[in-house]
């Protein structure tokens, strides 16, 4: 029951609305955007130094809160050109993070992206905040809640990385069983049997034999590889890859 005005000057109760008061709404939103990306060493991450002055000199990841009149993917695509002058790179939404003492500064809720990409493939057009690629393993203690961000995206990579193809978009067309099979431990961190891998993936059907060998390497010339991705559409290897 709603009551009269008048009853509830009497009672001294304020009837509920479903709106906050202007000087009661201190809530934020965000994004942070997680950027993993493979080179011939290791899986990275881009990460940046924070401008907050509680976590002067600490790295975090790249994020920023979203303007009135932003979608959420708006605002993921417009952190990462800001950022890194990169474009039309896929982002996928992974997690909502609402903890209230996340953010010094209030209320501030944040969605995490994350995106996987060649970094031999692309080059970052900005390097303010001392822009930089970091060892998944060697990322330290990052400002805010990052880390708890990050592990997160990475866990989600690595289980769709298992189900999913997204591998091959960071292969070149043709490519080796030795550089499958680097790309997935290294997404995975793990080391994984080479005659076990090779009969599992060989196995799938998803591999195309180009009758091709490797040219102008240092090491032995390894078989190439294409990937079918007519057969992958098809229901019965679709999430069972690796």
Known sequence: MILSEEKLK????KEHSPYPEKDDFFTAVS?????FGLDQESLKVLLIKSDYPLYEGRWSLLGDLISPDEDLDQAADRVLFERTGLQ????????CFGKADRHPSGRVISIAYYSLVNIEQIELLKRDHELHWHNINSVGELAFDHNKILNTC?????????TETIGFNLLPEKFSLRALQFLYESVLMVELDRRNFRKKVLSTGLLIDLKEMEANVRHRPAKLFKFNRQKYESSEIKNNFI
Request: overall charge positive; hydrophobic content about 40%; proline content about 0%.
């Open 154 to 162: 990475l866990t989600h990579l690595q289980q769709q990385i298992k």
């Open 10 to 13: 009497q009672t001294g109760k």
């Open 88 to 95: 039309n790179l896929f982002l996928q939404q992974v997690h």
């Open 31 to 35: 994004v942070d955007c997680v950027i």
